[in-house]
Nanobody, 124 residues
């Protein structure tokens, strides 16, 4: 069982930056492939970025590629998402998710554990 708690969301102006964090419970955090997803009102949940347990493998959706960096600190059981040059269309609830696998996937149904989400609003 893994419990995930996101933080770091908020209101930011276009062009601004945010760093999201996801704190995970448990002693085997490094065994989990982790992902960030987002969901805007009326839209399906979409993949943003993912990282393998070791941190050596990463993947980004085209929507945030070049404007975001995913990382993890396995000693602190924490996942991060640095987002820069934010746009109004990045407004959404951002979720972190975990799956007990070495395979990095963008499919949300393949992730077992989910956080409660953190709201990101990009607006002037």
């Amino acid at each position: 069982q893994v419990q995930l708690v996101e933080s770091g969301g908020g209101l930011v102006q276009p062009g601004g930056s945010l760093r999201l964090s996801c704190a995970a419970s448990g002693r085997t955090f490094s065994s989990y492939t982790m992902g960030w997803f987002r969901q805007a009102p009326g839209n399906e949940r979409e993949f943003v970025s993912g990282i393998t347990g070791s941190g050596r493998g990463t993947r980004y959706a085209d929507s945030l590629k070049g404007r975001s960096t995913i990382s993890r600190d396995n000693a602190k059981n924490t996942l991060y998402l640095q987002m820069d040059s934010l746009k109004p269309e990045d407004t959404a609830v951002y979720y972190c998710a975990a799956r007990l696998s070495t395979v990095l996937t963008a499919t949300p149904q393949l992730y077992t554990y989910w956080g409660q989400g953190t709201q990101v609003t990009v607006s002037s």
